[in-house]
């Protein structure tokens, strides 16, 4: 799927370079207005964590461009393929200082502005320079772009789903999901900012790009703090979890394990971005209930633990979770993580499965993940949900390199 979307992308491009250079640039004042725009955008890029739209206000350019009929009244001419090449050579220009501090974008993303972009052009130029669109003025013209630009949205949010289903092998479904969800966010302010300016050009002009470009840069800054403070709020959580392995109660590294290999069963199982934020922040801290033992368990080891001694260090962490002022499902999910998976929560169930999984397979040698998932099996009649332990297996099947590698 990744090289398909390559190739048409690249197919695409090589097309409109071509077409462009033959028949020469259409309108120069408007295409470096808002290949400035672009450039712009690509400059004020930010690819920390929880962004999934790094250059918001390039994409907004790059779609009022696609959709733009008019320049001051004036009906412009320049058709799709002349938008590719003013999206392709005004991206790769923004790009150049990212690229040389080595956080340039990936290809998949430029794959994927080319075809969003070209998806809007192809669906409106044509038509519009045919005269399809003369009769249709008033609330119907912005009808027509509201509708052009949630099927643009639509194509994207396939594209990012498809992309990271092909290069994860996580399950199509919820990443579509979660990519549609997203669309709401940021997405939805992308759209808007891309057909106000298309509309505003149409009545005054170039003038119009500066202006209604400042909100979404503004919004753009304001994430980017939100994000910073996310961040920090991972950290706290991270290194509160590493209290229990600078103690000695737990092996190092344990909870950081657990952690990756239940957001990745977590993924495969199709859970929402928000119920896997929660799961690896209960994953991080399900061994924090051992703090308040006076005699640590051997090896932090409490999967080989009598129940009541299980769900006492689980009531036991829960408590300080909820102290921490971790939000209220985290510590629910670490205080439940002993129950029979038929009472739990699911994401208890993958907290419990993963637990016992890293617990079994430390230190047992080249057969011992092997052995950990039979014992799983063999405890799935009241410890361990059947479909947990399956995902875990497949998981660790067909990503255990990526795993690991984010492991370390």
């Not at 990519?179 to 005054?204: D, F, H, N, P, S």
Request: proline fraction near 5%; glycine fraction near 10%.
């Amino acid at each position: 799927m990744r090289v398909l979307v390559r190739v048409a992308a690249a197919l695409l491009v090589a097309v409109s370079l071509a077409h462009t250079l033959w028949s020469g640039l259409d309108e120069r004042a408007v295409a470096l207005s808002f290949g400035l725009l672009v450039i712009a955008g690509e400059l004020t890029r930010w690819s920390g964590p929880g962004a999934r739209e790094a250059a918001p206000l390039a994409a907004a350019g790059a779609l009022s461009y696609a959709l733009l009929g008019e320049d001051a009244g004036r009906a412009t001419h320049h058709g799709a393929l002349q938008v590719v090449t003013v999206v392709v050579a005004a991206t790769l220009v923004g790009c150049v200082p990212h690229v040389a501090r080595g956080q340039g974008p990936t290809t998949d993303h430029l794959a994927r502005r080319v075809l969003t972009a070209g998806f809007a052009a192809i669906c409106f130029q044509p038509l519009y320079n045919q005269g399809v669109f003369e009769a249709w003025g008033g609330p119907a013209y912005v009808l027509l772009l509201v509708a052009l630009l949630v099927l643009t949205a639509l194509c994207d949010a396939v594209l990012a789903a498809a992309l990271t289903h092909a290069r994860t092998g996580w399950p199509f479904g919820p990443l579509l999901r979660d990519e549609l969800r997203a669309t709401l966010g940021i997405g939805t302010a992308v759209c808007a900012t891309g057909i106000v300016m298309a509309l505003a050009v149409a009545v005054v002009g170039l003038w119009a790009l500066p202006v209604f470009s400042l909100p979404l840069l503004l919004t753009q800054f304001a994430f980017r703090r939100y994000a910073a403070v996310r961040a920090t709020y991972r950290q706290t959580i991270a290194s509160l979890a590493r209290a229990t392995e600078i103690a000695g109660y737990t092996p190092a590294g344990h909870a950081r394990r657990v952690a990756v290999l239940s957001g990745a069963v977590g993924r495969e199982l199709g859970l929402s971005e928000p119920e896997l934020t929660v799961l690896e922040y209960a994953a991080l801290m399900h061994d924090i209930g051992q703090l308040s033992l006076v005699d640590p368990v051997p090896a932090g080891a409490t999967a080989v633990l009598p129940v009541a001694e299980q769900r006492r260090i689980a009531l036991l962490g829960g408590a300080v979770v909820r102290q921490t002022g971790v939000a209220a499902a985290v510590a629910v999910v670490v205080e439940r993580q002993a129950d029979p998976y038929r009472e739990q929560p699911v994401s208890a169930r993958i907290v419990r499965a993963v637990n016992a999984y890293d617990e079994k397979v430390r230190d047992a040698g080249a057969g011992g993940p092997l052995r950990a998932l039979e014992e799983l099996r063999l405890g799935t009649g009241r410890d361990y949900q059947p479909e947990v332990v399956e995902s875990l297996a497949r998981v660790l099947a067909r990503n255990g390199g990526v795993v690991r590698e984010r492991i370390g």
